[in-house]
């Protein structure tokens, strides 16, 4: 396994350094033609995504442009491909791809001056219903390169018969994957699973090295607590929070939790809101302890609350951490040594780490401390509290292992990660196993493990997305020996 591990890095290394390649033949162009209907954004998409399009594509301006990926479709907020790749009269380019009817939707839509359509390099429109601006991002007027049977392929395509798995392009890869036997699939995403645990390893170990590792460990729990959406703002209150007022045994739980609220601008005003009865007593309490600490810095954050469940909203992430941290008494660094120290075995290194779901709050009941949520849920459940232990706890317990070259610390760490089960899986290992594998349900027979779950990731992460899906650099397509 240590060689294949090895080999798969050499792997990786040659797809980041393939991916800055720059590919040079281009194709003519084909007779314009114009279509005029009405239909949805949906069938634009549609059409993008499974490049059902004659001819070679031609911007407004005349240049030229060979689709090498398509990109990803996003089901969410912001624009409707992510991680496209192209060449634009023949200097290759990669970022996003944004759909509409017409052009004028992009300023009706508010695309303008947001930043998350800065990272747009072409505007894909069924019609150009405003003049061309030099200097703006590319146009193109897909309608002059659909078939004229448009009306037959809009059938075939309707919405309700696409299934998310299609929306995601197969890789070429797809057939060396589907004639490779399950147990060599297996061995191939555990090697690239352990990669994946050393990188984190190595990661953590340079917080610790230039940050300490009170804040490195704080910082990445905070991350981890911010999901996709909100992961640099959590990641901006951890860094703003002060480790000796929180660590200070002069202070209490309460001046504490309102350290934390309070930095993160998140103690409502009752006079503006409406509040309950018990949660308007303790939010009284939290001003009171805030103005007893000493007005410090409030950041102003703008939370991301799209495609959010109202069980994963920002606030409760906020008070999952100050429960972990109450419960490691406000030291997460040497609670985490100290079970270390303590347990034999991984089964008892893992069950100690699930003791850091609190059952016993009140938060459990709401979302924010306004609304209040039924049924009540855990603030740390075991998805999250294995998130974790794999991005943060384990790599920590390793990384201290390193530095201090404690054996023990060093094989407890990776060993608990290589026993974790696999997990409920999320959009990336939605989109990965779409790409690589002829079923997508494939998965449930090859991913056994967290570890053979996260090489899914990181083959997915380190090829699929950082060569821009162009598979003609990718060393898995067959294409490079």
Not at 208 to 229: Q, S
Not at 242 to 247: P, R
Not at 281 to 309: F, H, P
Request: aromatic letters at 10%; a neutral charge; proline letters at 2%.
């Amino acid at each position: 396994m240590e060689n294949l591990v090895e080999k798969y890095k050499i792997y990786r290394y040659a797809a980041k350094i393939a991916g800055e390649r720059k590919a040079k033949e281009l194709n003519t162009v084909m007779e314009n033609m114009a279509l005029d209907f009405d239909f949805n954004e949906r069938f634009i998409q549609t059409i993008w995504n499974e490049q059902k399009l004659e001819g070679e594509l031609t911007t407004e301006e005349g240049s030229i442009i060979k689709v090498l990926s398509n990109g990803i479709w996003n089901n969410g907020a912001g624009p409707d491909f992510h991680n496209a790749s192209m060449l634009i009269d023949g200097k290759f380019c990669s970022g996003d791809v944004e759909i509409h009817k017409k052009r004028s939707d992009w300023y009706k839509h508010g695309h303008e001056g947001d930043e998350r359509y800065g990272n747009v390099i072409l505007h894909v429109v069924w019609e150009n219903d405003m003049q061309q601006v030099p200097g703006k991002m590319p146009i193109v007027v897909i309608s002059k390169y659909v078939n004229e049977d448009w009306r037959r392929l809009l059938w075939e395509l309707e919405e309700s018969r696409y299934s998310y798995a299609d929306k995601i392009g197969k890789g070429e890869c797809v057939l060396r994957w589907a004639m490779t036997e399950d147990g060599k699939v297996r061995r191939l995403l555990e090697a690239a699973g352990i990669a994946r645990y050393g990188s984190k390893v190595s990661n953590m170990r340079r917080e610790i090295e230039k940050k300490g590792e009170e804040r490195a460990l704080l910082e990445g729990i905070f991350d981890v607590l911010g999901y996709k959406n909100n992961r640099k703002q959590f990641h901006q209150i951890a860094e703003a929070l002060e480790i000796g007022v929180l660590q200070s045994s002069e202070i209490g739980n309460l001046e504490k939790e309102a350290l934390i609220f309070g930095t993160a601008n998140m103690i409502p005003d009752t006079t503006r809101c409406r509040i309950n009865e018990q949660m308007a007593e303790y939010v009284d309490l939290l001003w009171d302890a805030w103005w007893r600490i000493g007005q410090r810095r409030k950041l102003v954050i703008e939370w991301d609350n799209t495609e959010s469940r109202p069980y994963n909203r920002p606030w409760r992430r906020l008070v999952a951490g100050i429960e972990l941290l109450k419960i490691t008494d406000w030291m997460p660094n040497t609670w985490v040594r100290s079970l270390a120290a303590s347990c034999a075995s991984s089964q008892e290194l893992f069950k100690g780490i699930n003791a850091l779901n609190n059952k016993n709050t009140i938060f459990r009941d709401y979302t924010s401390f306004e609304s209040i949520i039924k049924p009540g849920a855990d603030l740390l459940g075991r998805e999250r509290i294995a998130d974790l232990a794999c991005n943060v706890l384990l790599p920590f317990i390793t990384a201290i292992g390193e530095i201090e070259r404690n054996e023990k610390y060093m094989d407890l760490g990776r060993k608990t990660y290589m026993s974790m089960s696999s997990r409920q899986g999320n959009r990336l290992t939605k989109e990965a196993s779409a790409r690589f594998l002829t079923p997508p349900s494939r998965i449930k027979d090859l991913v056994k493990s967290t570890c053979q779950q996260q090489g899914l990731l990181d083959i997915y992460k380190n090829f699929c997305l950082a060569l821009d899906n162009n598979c003609t650099l990718c060393p898995f397509s067959g294409n490079n020996g």
